[in-house]
């Protein structure tokens, strides 16, 4: 990793990375679809999109969120091994060069990409790093931001509801990898927009203020379904 930690995080460059997947749960699901999404100061951004057969069938439910059926991956979908490959090495040679990460509830499509990397038998993103974990200084989460910033607001805190919340244009799009991924870097500027403070933090800041929020959401949140005697399994660490 080369990202200098005592750096102002807004002045790394961003990328978007989002996932369309055959479920919910991030160690089983397949990767269907990926978007790397390169945000320019200036100019247009620079897209790169995936699709990958994931050798398994897409169930019906999946298939209605992102619009992908098994017959499309099949015919047009390529090899996961070379998708998976291509993905995870874009996603490092961005870290590498100093940028940051801009994912929406980031630990998901993490552990999707790196399960998946282990279930090829592939190197993980660590791995690929040299590091023990995802290196999270490379990695700013809108979700995790905007609960801190605004934690009593009430009501739903999916992309759509935030598009809604900070008045972003979501498209006609949402759940196809890169129009969230596009949606995802312009909630994150109207986050920084309306709470300036965010934007002087360091690389460092951002990192210990993120898994800080996370932490106590999470710890909330688990009592929160303690008390409704429902399982309390979600995990404390961030980003996964």
Same mark, same amino acid.
């Given at each position: ?33 990926? &978007?790397? %999404? ?9 897209? @790169?999109?995936? !699709? ?22 099949? &015919?047009?979908?390529?090899? @996961? ?5 291509? %993905? ?5 040679? =961005?870290?590498?060069? *100093?940028? @940051? ?8 499509? !993490?552990?999707?990409?790196?399960? +998946? !990397? ?13 590091? #023990?974990?995802?290196?999270? *200084?490379? %990695? ?8 801190? %910033? ?20 979501? *498209?006609?799009?949402?759940?196809? &990898?890169? =129009? ?10 109207? @986050?920084? +927009?309306? =709470? ?11 990192? #210990? ?9 999470? +710890?909330?949140?688990?009592?929160? !379904? ?13 980003? =996964?």
């Amino acid at each position: 990793m080369s990202i200098a930690m005592n750096k102002i995080w807004t002045n790394q460059f961003r990328f978007g990375f989002d996932t369309e997947t055959t479920g919910v749960n991030p160690t089983q699901v397949r990767l269907v679809t990926a &978007a790397l %999404v390169l945000r320019q100061p200036k100019g247009e951004d620079q897209v @790169i999109t995936w !699709l990958a057969n994931p050798g398994v069938p897409i169930p019906e439910a999946a298939s209605r969120v992102h619009g992908i059926s098994t017959e499309r991956a099949v &015919a047009e979908g390529r090899p @996961i091994t070379e998708v998976l490959e291509e %993905v995870a090495s874009q996603i490092v040679d =961005y870290w590498q060069r *100093g940028g @940051i990460m801009v994912a929406f509830n980031a630990g998901y499509d !993490l552990q999707v990409l790196n399960s +998946e !990397l282990k279930r090829h038998g592939m190197a993980t993103l660590e791995e690929r790093c040299g590091a #023990s974990e995802v290196p999270a *200084g490379g %990695v700013v989460d809108p979700l995790v931001l905007d609960r801190a %910033v605004d934690r009593y607001r009430k009501g739903k805190r999916t992309l759509g509801a935030m598009c809604e919340t900070y008045q972003v244009e979501p *498209g006609d799009n949402l759940h196809t &990898a890169e =129009y969230d991924v596009i949606a995802t870097l312009n909630v994150l500027d109207k @986050i920084v +927009e309306n =709470y300036p403070k965010l934007a002087q933090l360091t690389v460092a800041e951002i990192v #210990s203020f993120q898994r800080e929020a996370h932490h106590a959401w999470a +710890e909330n949140f688990n009592e929160f !379904l303690s008390r409704r005697g429902r399982p309390a399994d979600v995990g404390t660490r961030w980003p =996964y």
